[in-house]
Structure formats: structure tokens, C-alpha cells
């Protein structure tokens, strides 16, 4: 198993332009998520699925969108990036009938937005 | 809600000396907690992980947790330090709930990098 994969590893964007960040994972986890982690601020919850379909609003969901056609997949879309989007984005996945709660985590995506 | 609080954005110790990182969590019902590292530029790696079934916790590379509940602390400790510990440390913790309990994420400490001196 590949286990959660991000694409790309790094991105510079200019501001007002938008981009999507892809997240896939191969172990049939219902369950996946996207974090952005700030210098000194630990990880934060921006949006989360519980499966194909459903999506839900984490803590810090402005300036973001998602999608869930698939299990295996999970995007994130930049809508007009802002300065303020500037992070490292992990994406997450489990699975609740497994082991519990552990979450599994990609290698990230690192965005500068200027 | 749920949050979580380490004490000390760094911590540097000697190597071979006692390894301390503390976390303590605020939550309104029992919490599953974790310890999760991360070394530069790379993702999160699971350490280790408290689910009830054992108040103290042995993870990977001789690290291990306490939780204790009267404390509302789950601090992570390995007896003798190397240099290959250098890292970010993260406690994180999720409440259990109902089915779907997990779909709320887990909610992050801001980390303790730990510092090891040669």
C-alpha cells in the first residue's frame, strides 16, 4: 500500500490565482482530512468526509472548497489564494471500524502564496 | 471542545538524558490522545496512542505515555535520549462520541521541537 499520497510537494502561487491540491489514499478509508499546519501553531482542521459525497467544515474552512466523488480521492481547492494560505497542507485518512481514531497522514504539500 | 496544551515550544536536552514532554488536554468527555512526531519536511508519524485499555502507553523508539486522568495530562517521556530524536512533537487528542466520533478530526497541540546536545 502507497497509504496517503499528496500531489504536489511544493507549489508557489501569485495571489488571486487558485490551484488544487490533490490527496489520494489505497486502504478504503471512509474517513479523510485535510489540515494546514502554521509555524508554532500545531495542525488545524480546514475540512473532513466521512465517505463519498460527504463533506463537512473543520476549523478553518474560509478560502477553501472540497469534494468527495470517490473513496479513494479527495481534493482541496484554493479559490483566489491569499498570503494567508501560505502553510504546509497534510492530508489525513481513517478508518473508524479499525483501529481507532489513529489517523494516517500524507507527506504534505507546502504552499507560498505571494 | 476539546484542546490541548504543551508546555515548552522547545526542549533541549543532552543525549542520554531523560526525555520529558508534556501535554495536558481539556475535554467535556473521555479522550482517545496520541503522540505523533514529525521530522523536518517530512509528514506525521504516529508514536503512540491511549484508547483506555492502559494508562501507560509504549510506543515506537522507547517512547511511552502516562495518562493520567486526575491530572488531565498525557506527557511523554524516553529514558535516554538520541540524536536521531530530534524532531517536532505533537499530542493530539479526540473525543470519543457516539459512531462517527472520529469524523471530527483530531484537535493538535502547537509542538514541542525537541533539541538533543551532542
Known amino acids: 500500500n502507497a497509504g496517503v499520497t499528496q500531489t504536489p510537494k511544493f507549489r508557489i502561487l501569485k495571489i488571486g490565482q487558485s490551484m488544487t491540491l490533490q490527496c489520494a489514499q489505497d486502504m478504503n478509508h471512509n474517513y479523510m482530512y485535510w489540515y494546514r499546519q502554521d509555524p508554532g501553531m500545531g495542525l488545524k482542521l480546514i475540512y473532513y468526509?466521512?465517505?463519498?459525497?460527504?463533506?463537512d467544515k473543520g476549523e478553518v474552512p474560509n478560502g477553501y472548497n472540497v469534494s468527495r466523488s470517490t473513496t479513494e480521492d479527495f481534493p482541496l481547492r484554493l479559490e483566489l489564494a491569499a498570503p494567508s494560505q501560505t502553510s504546509v497542507y497534510f492530508c489525513?485518512?481513517?478508518?473508524?471500524?479499525?483501529?481507532?481514531?489513529?489517523?494516517?497522514f500524507g507527506p504534505g504539500t507546502r504552499l507560498t502564496v505571494t | 471542545a476539546q484542546s490541548v496544551t504543551q508546555l515548552g515550544s522547545h526542549v533541549s536536552v543532552s543525549e542520554g538524558a531523560l526525555v520529558l514532554l508534556r501535554c495536558n488536554y481539556s475535554?467535556?468527555?473521555?479522550?482517545?490522545l496520541f503522540w505523533y512526531v514529525q521530522y523536518p519536511n517530512q509528514g506525521l508519524q504516529l508514536l503512540l496512542k491511549?484508547?483506555?485499555?492502559?494508562?501507560l502507553v509504549k510506543g515506537i523508539n522507547g517512547f511511552e505515555a502516562e495518562f493520567k486522568k486526575s491530572e488531565t495530562s498525557f506527557h511523554l517521556t524516553k529514558p535516554s535520549a538520541h540524536m536521531s530524536d530530534a524532531a517536532e512533537y505533537f499530542c493530539a487528542v479526540s473525543e470519543r462520541r457516539g459512531t462517527g466520533g472520529g469524523a471530527d478530526g483530531l484537535t493538535f497541540g502547537k509542538g514541542t521541537h525537541l533539541i538533543i546536545q551532542p
Open positions: 475535554s467535556s468527555v473521555p479522550p482517545y
Open positions: 489525513a485518512s481513517n478508518d473508524p471500524g479499525g483501529t481507532i481514531y489513529e489517523q494516517y
Open positions: 491511549y484508547t483506555s485499555a492502559a494508562t
Open positions: 468526509s466521512v465517505g463519498a459525497g460527504i463533506t
